[in-house]
C-alpha cells in the first residue's frame, strides 16, 4: 500500500480508493480490466485473472484490521517474516529502506519497510531488539 499508489492515480475507471489509513482497496465492480494498474505498479501488486477478466489485489484485510484483528497473511506466514508497523511509532533506525532484487521507488512510496538479516541464520524481532539492547549496555 503505496503513500502515492499509481494503481489509483492511472485507473480510467476509478477502480481504487484510498483510505484515510493509508490502505488502497479495490472496487472489482467498476473495474473493465484494462490492466492499466497492473502495467504502472512496480511490484506488480495488482494481478489480472484471465478467469474473470479481472484483477485482485491485497487490501489487508481491511475489515479485519477494523475489528482489530490481523490480516490472514501475517498469522499464515510460516517465518513469522510479516507484521503491522503502526505509523505513528518511531522507525528504529536499524530498519532498511530496500532490499537487493525489490524496486525501491520514490514516487509511489511503498508502506514496506525490511530488517537486515545476517546471510545464514533467521533472525526475527525478538532477536533483532535484544541484540540492540545489548549492544546499548556496552
Given amino acids: 500500500h503505496c503513500a502515492n499508489p499509481e494503481c489509483f492515480r492511472l485507473c480510467p475507471n476509478h477502480a481504487f ?8 482497496v479495490y472496487n472489482e465492480e467498476k473495474c473493465k480490466g484494462c490492466g492499466t494498474c497492473t502495467r504502472s505498479c ?7 485473472l484471465p478467469t474473470t477478466g479481472k484483477i485482485i489485489k491485497c487490501d489487508l484485510c481491511f475489515g479485519k484490521l477494523d475489528e482489530k484483528e490481523s ?3 501475517i498469522p499464515a506466514c510460516p517465518a513469522d517474516a ?17 532490499l537487493p532484487g525489490v524496486p525501491r521507488i520514490q514516487i509511489t512510496r511503498p508502506a514496506v519497510l525490511y530488517y537486515p538479516l545476517r546471510v545464514g541464520s533467521q533472525v526475527f524481532l525478538e ?5 540492540e539492547n545489548q549492544a546499548n549496555d556496552h
Fill in 127 to 131: 532477536n533483532i531488539e535484544r541484540e
Fill in 42 to 48: 512496480p511490484f506488480k501488486a495488482p494481478t489480472l
Fill in 71 to 73: 490480516p490472514y497473511c
Fill in 17 to 24: 480508493r484510498k483510505r484515510r489509513d493509508g490502505i488502497v
Fill in 82 to 98: 510479516l507484521h503491522l508497523a503502526n505509523s505513528t511509532e518511531p522507525l528504529k533506525d536499524f530498519l532498511v529502506k530496500s
